[in-house]
């Protein structure tokens, strides 16, 4: 069987990675290369591969960088929560804040 082309494996590497962030386990993502594009198991082993590596890339950060943006988004969150007045959800952004920052 011919290789796919550089812009159909890069494709094919993006939906394995959405499949993996779904909580998809291996035997689901050979499956799904399967049916889909018709590559066996080996190559579907090799996307995943690849897809587990890039996202250890994206989380192989310092952790204080990962914590500060963490951070972020909670005090986002909790914006957003106030303003549609669920206060309830904006106390929970205020104790996982207090927790990440090791406050509590």
Excluded at 30 to 41: E, F, L, P, R, S
Excluded at 56 to 69: K, S
Excluded at 82 to 99: E, F, P, Q, S, V
């Amino acid at each position: 069987m011919a290789r796919a082309l550089p812009a159909t494996t890069e494709a094919r590497l993006r939906e394995v990675e959405r499949l993996l962030l779904t909580g998809a386990p291996r035997s689901v993502v050979v499956a799904h290369a399967a049916d889909h594009w018709g590559i066996a198991a080996r190559s579907a082993d090799r996307l995943l591969a690849l897809a587990r590596d890039r996202l250890r890339t994206d989380w192989a950060m310092d952790r204080r960088q990962l914590v500060a943006e963490l951070l972020a988004q909670l005090a986002t969150l909790q914006q957003e929560a106030r303003a549609r007045g669920d206060l309830a959800a904006a106390l929970g952004c205020i104790n996982a804040t207090a927790r990440l920052a090791r406050v509590i």
